[in-house]
């Protein structure tokens, strides 16, 4: 299993530019979370979705931030216009149904350095 | 979520077991222990979870207090890879909502 893919790895955008981080989560899960990481404000849930429906983006920051979940294998999470404050890591994480299990599995993030 | 309490940083020495303390007074009683681990650059990996009886697998060992307020966590034989911030995670089960994770641990694993 190759876990969960995110890419690009690194990102580096001037203010202004429109972010688009990619996700494929593992094959059968059910659940997508998107996360982001910042040294002030530690790891917090930005999205998630459920059989590619949104359930929660009360953590969304504010309307530049979008997620879609077009299929079951993919998921982006696209930032427009970008600033600086959204430079952060952002981890995408996958589960299955929790009604059987819901240990969440963490892709290697996505670093965003907004100049 | 139930709030939890731990410390900031330890250290270990190699071979060593890792105990790491987790409070969380507050826990409701259908609400589970679960451990959380991030290695430097690395998303966050699941370890273990537990609701009042102890637990163990292949990573580690959950240790329940009988009033379920603490816990603590088990490393039996640290590794220089065990270097990471631990995150101790409160939580209902089999819940689809978010992890809320604290500051956590770092645990640093000393040669």
């Known amino acids: 299993d190759a876990g969960v893919i995110q890419s690009p790895r690194h990102e580096v955008t001037e203010m202004g530019q429109e972010v688009t981080l990619r996700c494929k989560p593992i094959s059968g899960h059910d659940y997508l979370f998107w996360y982001r990481q910042t040294m002030m404000r530690g790891l917090e849930l930005l999205i998630y979705?459920?059989?590619?429906?949104?359930?929660?983006d009360s953590g969304m920051p504010e309307d530049r931030f979008s997620a879609k979940m077009p299929n079951a294998s993919f998921s982006t999470l696209k930032i427009q216009p970008s600033e600086p404050r959204d430079s952060a890591v952002y981890f995408c994480?996958?589960?299955?149904?929790?009604?059987?299990?819901?240990?969440?599995?963490f892709g290697p993030g996505t670093r965003l350095t907004v100049l | 979520d139930a709030k939890t309490t731990q410390p900031p940083s330890m250290d270990c020495a190699e071979g060593r077991a890792a105990n790491l303390p987790c409070n969380h007074s507050t826990i409701s009683g259908n609400e589970y222990v679960y451990w959380y681990r991030q290695i430097h650059s690395q998303g966050p990996q699941y370890i273990i979870h537990?609701?009042?009886n102890n637990e163990t697998n292949e990573m580690a060992s959950l240790i329940i207090t009988e009033d379920r307020k603490s816990s603590t966590l088990i490393l039996p034989h640290a590794t220089l890879r065990d270097t990471a911030v631990y995150y101790c995670?409160?939580?209902?089960?089999?819940?689809?909502?978010?992890?809320?994770f604290g500051s956590g641990t770092q645990l640093t694993v000393l040669p």
């Open positions: 994480a996958s589960s299955l149904n929790p009604a059987s299990t819901d240990t969440q599995y």
């Open positions: 537990g609701l009042k």
């Open positions: 995670i409160v939580r209902v089960a089999r819940s689809a909502r978010q992890l809320t």
């Open positions: 979705f459920n059989n590619n429906v949104p359930i929660d």
